[in-house]
Nanobody
Framework: QVQLMESGGGLVQPGGSLRLSCAASGRIIHINDMGWYRQAPGKQRELVARITSGGSTNYADSVKGRFTISRDDAKNTVYLQLNSLKAEDTAVYYC?????????????WGQGTQVTVSS
């Protein structure tokens, strides 16, 4: 089994910053793509950013230039730096990873971390 554990969410004022972390643990052979998704109340879960094992990234248009995704493969961890936060960034943020174990290749999700942007 593989577990993804997110941290770093919280309450921040508009224009502020946060850094989210997601650490994967378990019998991991290799982690392929990793990403962050978010879900606001009453809305569908949407992609925020993804990063491949080679370091290529893609972002939702709404966060380009404000958010940065990165990864540390030695720690099996993916990060999301959130800058210039807006009220519309308020959501539960979920980590996602495509993981090779000795048994299979499948996607895993974290439990989510709340980000609230409010004055």
């Amino acid at each position: 089994q593989v577990q993804l554990m997110e941290s770093g969410g919280g309450l921040v004022q508009p224009g502020g910053s946060l850094r989210l972390s997601c650490a994967a643990s378990g019998r991991i052979i290799h982690i392929n793509d990793m990403g962050w998704y978010r879900q606001a109340p009453g809305k569908q879960r949407e992609l925020v950013a993804r990063i491949t094992s080679g370091g290529s990234t893609n972002y939702a248009d709404s966060v380009k230039g404000r958010f940065t995704i990165s990864r540390d493969d030695a720690k099996n961890t993916v990060y999301l730096q959130l800058n210039s936060l807006k009220a519309e960034d308020t959501a539960v943020y979920y980590c996602n990873a495509d993981v090779n174990t000795i048994w299979e290749v499948r996607q895993y999700w974290g439990q989510g971390t709340q980000v609230t942007v409010s004055s």
